[in-house]
């Protein structure tokens, strides 16, 4: 089975993303949309993926994150 159709078959509506946007992180953390990018412009959030014009957050590093107190960036290492 290709890895193409094999996702197709693991793509359920009960399944959990990989990657997520800022207003599903909001959600995660409580805040507001706008905080999130707050918190990512003074180097207090996990840093997201870049994908073209797309910005989107691996949903283990900001429960990793989330885990270890929320620290400052460039204390943690995800």
């Not at 990512?40 to 910005?55: E, I, N």
């Amino acid at each position: 089975m290709s890895i193409v159709n094999q996702f197709r078959e693991d793509n359920r509506s009960d399944a959990v993303p990989l990657l997520v946007p800022a207003g599903d992180v909001a959600k995660m953390l409580e805040v507001s949309e706008r905080t999130v990018w707050r918190l990512l412009s003074g180097g207090q959030l996990v840093h997201p993926v870049r994908l073209g014009g797309s910005v989107r957050w691996r949903v283990e590093d900001v429960k990793r994150w989330i885990a270890d107190g929320c620290p400052k960036t460039g204390r943690w290492e995800g």
